[in-house]
Every structure is written in C-alpha cells, then in structure tokens.
C-alpha cells in the first residue's frame, strides 16, 4: 500500500441499505477525513478525526457516522442509505505534528448511487 | 470563518496560451491557501500551497499562484498551457495550524483546446 486506499471503488445500493466505504493510509498521519463530492458543490466534509479515538462532525455530517480504532483506518458508515446520499467519496489524511501541517492527500474516491 | 470563491466555473484556453484561474478568499485569520488539480475520474492532487513565506509559490507541471493579501487573491497562472492540463481545479483556503478546517471552492474546469 502506498498513501490512501479506498474501497469499493464503486458501488449501486438500495435504498435503506446499509454501507461501509473504507479507507487506509499507511502514512502514519494523524489526521483523516472523509469528504463528498457533488456537481457544482465542491468537496463538503462529512466527519474528520484529528487522532485515533477521536472524530468531529464536518459540515454535512447528517445520515453518516465514523469511528477511528487506530491510525490507519478511518471507516464511513451510512446506516441507512437515501437517494440523496449519491455521490463521489473522497478520503484525505494529513499530518498536523509537521511543517505539512493543514496539507491533505487523497484517495481515489468511492463512486455511490443509491436507487 | 473562512471561504473561498473560485469565479469562473468553466474556463477554456488553445494550447500554447496562457492560463489564468482566478480564487479569492476570505478568512479571520491568517490563512493557508492551496490549489487542487482533479483529472477526471481521479483523485484530487496538490498542485502547491502559500503558508506565510514567499507569496509568489511555484508548483508543479509549471504552474504559480501569488498570494495577494491586499486583493484576497490567489489566482492561479501557468505561462503555456498543454492539453494534459485540461482537468477541474480547486481553490482552498485553511487556518493556519488548524488541521480539520479546509474549506474548498466549487472548482473550475479548464478546457484546453487545440
């Protein structure tokens, strides 16, 4: 592995199914977030973690939830998914304890429709 | 609070030309600023990054940004451009030693024709 890995890299889901995107750096960086992508929108942060055993809720956090049990792996869950949940994910780590502070590297991003 | 308003959602260029992507920010305090570059159906990459030293900052593939406080700016040039420039480009703006406060422009889309 080599920065940040994303899985799947896309997926179709029904509607009220529930989903796991993945994600894992091998950076050690202490940082990671988890963003969506929409026409028009930008990148909008979802939910974000500054150190293991933490996270914070983003800017459009409703309808998701993380957790970060060690440093490589940041988890975004949709408990029960909705149309308007269809988007491109990205996840991003960065590395607060260095001059790269406020930096980030992102993965490849999970395309999802949800029909 | 911090933004960042990227003003033109699409811009097109003939190759060989020069490129102009403009950005303005606003922010409370000192800011970092960086510009993303997206190729299409891939992940974003950093093309460079102001952080309070020299603000004229200089990228990779021949691109530069200068940091213009006076004017909130920081458009982003490249003297020539080449048809694999074509891709969408973010505008971001942070605060200083704030790890979790990136906040992006809606981006612009650079067409380079031949």
């Known amino acids: 592995i080599a920065g940040i890995t994303q899985a799947p890299t896309s997926q179709i889901l029904a509607a009220g199914r529930r989903m796991t995107l993945r994600c894992t750096q091998d950076m050690r960086h202490n940082a990671m977030y988890w963003y969506r992508q929409d026409l028009g929108l930008g990148l909008r942060l979802i939910h974000y973690s500054n150190t293991a055993g933490t996270t914070g809720k983003g800017e459009v956090p409703d309808g998701y939830s993380v957790s970060r049990a060690n440093t490589d792996d940041f988890p975004l869950t949709l408990a029960s998914a909705v149309p308007s949940q269809t988007s491109v994910y990205f996840c991003?780590?960065?590395?607060?304890?260095?001059?790269?502070?406020?930096?980030?590297?992102f993965g490849p991003g999970t395309r999802l429709t949800v029909l | 609070a911090q933004s960042v308003t990227q003003l033109d959602s699409h811009v097109s260029v003939s190759e060989g030309t020069p490129v102009l992507l403009r950005c303005n920010y606003s922010?409370?305090?000192?800011?970092?600023l960086f510009w993303y570059v997206q190729h299409p159906n891939k992940g974003l990459q950093l093309l460079l990054k102001?952080?309070?030293?020299?603000?004229l900052v200089k990228g990779i593939n021949g691109f530069e940004a200068e940091f213009k406080k006076s004017e909130t700016s920081f458009h982003l040039t490249k003297p020539s451009a080449h048809m694999s420039d074509a891709a969408e480009y973010f505008c971001v703006v942070s605060i200083v030693g704030t790890a979790s406060k990136l906040t992006f422009g809606t981006g612009t889309r650079l067409q380079v024709t031949l």
């Open positions: 102001y952080t309070s030293a020299a603000t």
């Open positions: 991003a780590s960065s590395d607060s304890r260095t001059s790269l502070r406020n930096e980030q590297f």
């Open positions: 922010s409370s305090y000192s800011p970092s």
